[in-house]
């Protein structure tokens, strides 16, 4: 468990309580990357991005005890950054697909393409939202910090995405 002493460590430069902190958030940082870019090299590209970033930065983290919300808002700015460059690439390579790209979104289980549909039909922000505390299991404070909403609108925020998925008509079979 990470405690306010390794994190103070790590923002004094400790190369070993950065690794711990680094250990702590991976998994998670991972998982969310993953769902919101549905690429698993693009996932494993922008945590690493991430950490990188981190390391380079501890030492300006002011507060010790935001710095999931730090090492999340961090991650969540890779995404959109990469988002952005999936729409470009997309649209100058719109006349390339190719029969076996299409055959490969067919394969995709069931499930997947189910989740990506519902996440589709959120906003970013309610995307953020969402992942941050389903998959991280970040706290509404710790998420607010992360995208400077107040936390009674991130609470809000989160329970009416979850009402929107609840109420998505994409899923093909009841789970």
Same mark, same amino acid.
């Given at each position: 468990?990470?405690?306010?002493?390794? /994190?103070?460590? #790590?923002? @004094?430069?400790?190369? &070993? *309580?950065?690794?711990?902190? +680094?250990?702590?958030?991976? $998994?998670?940082?991972?998982?969310?990357?993953?769902?919101?870019?549905?690429? /698993?090299?693009? #996932?494993? @590209?922008?945590?690493? &991005? *991430?950490?990188?970033?981190? +390391?380079?930065?501890?030492? $300006?983290?002011?507060?010790?005890?935001?710095?999931?919300?730090?090492?999340?808002?961090?991650?969540?700015?890779?995404?959109?950054?990469?988002?952005?460059?999936?729409?470009?690439?997309?649209?100058?390579?719109?006349?390339?697909?190719?029969?076996?790209?299409?055959?490969?979104?067919?394969?995709?289980?069931?499930l997947r393409t189910d989740i990506k549909k519902a996440l589709d039909i959120?906003?970013?922000?309610?995307?953020?939202?969402?992942?941050?505390?389903?998959?991280?299991?970040?706290?509404?404070?710790?998420i607010s910090t992360m995208t400077n909403l107040n936390s009674n609108t991130?609470?809000?925020?989160?329970?009416?995405?979850?009402?929107?998925?609840?109420?998505?008509?994409?899923?093909?079979?009841?789970?």
């Open positions: 468990m990470v405690t306010e002493v390794i /994190v103070k460590r #790590a923002v @004094d430069g400790d190369d &070993e *309580a950065f690794k711990i902190l +680094y250990e702590d958030l991976y $998994k998670e940082m991972y998982r969310v990357a993953y769902y919101k870019l549905q690429n /698993v090299e693009d #996932a494993e @590209d922008v945590v690493s &991005e *991430a950490v990188f970033d981190m +390391y380079k930065g501890i030492s $300006k983290l002011k507060d010790l005890n935001a710095y999931r919300a730090w090492a999340m808002k961090i991650l969540n700015v890779k995404c959109s950054i990469k988002i952005k460059e999936y729409y470009i690439n997309r649209t100058e390579d719109i006349e390339e697909v190719d029969c076996q790209s299409l055959e490969n979104v067919e394969t995709e289980s069931v959120l906003s970013d922000e309610e995307k953020t939202i969402v992942l941050c505390s389903a998959v991280s299991g970040m706290s509404s404070d710790e991130v609470r809000s925020k989160l329970s009416r995405a979850l009402e929107k998925l609840r109420n998505c008509k994409c899923f093909k079979y009841d789970y």
